[in-house]
């Protein structure tokens, strides 16, 4: 699996999931997550998301969800 945040469509520049395919992954589950360096990199704003799932053997590739997500800026602080 893998995915990637951008701010457009056209956007040159993105962020990378790290994506988790459950073992075994017959119950469909795929944990996604971005560090706190990644998170604390990106402006406030909505973003494009989507997440593929590569087939190994064959190549194919298919995107299983997309959406938009919104990063909001932290008000809680140590």
Avoid: H, W
């Avoid at 040159?12 to 999931?17: A, C, E």
């Avoid at 589950?29 to 406030?44: E, F, P, Y």
């Avoid at 704003?45 to 053997?57: K, M, P």
């Amino acid at each position: 699996a893998r995915g990637q945040i951008r701010k457009s469509y056209t956007s040159s520049t993105s962020v990378t999931f790290t994506c988790e395919v459950a073992t075994p992954s017959t119950d469909g589950k795929i944990n996604l997550s971005l560090s706190s360096t990644q998170t604390a990199a990106m402006k406030a704003g909505r973003y494009l998301f989507d997440v593929e799932i590569v087939e190994t053997e064959t190549g194919v590739v298919s995107r299983v969800v997309q959406g938009q997500v919104e990063v909001n800026p932290r008000v809680t602080r140590s």
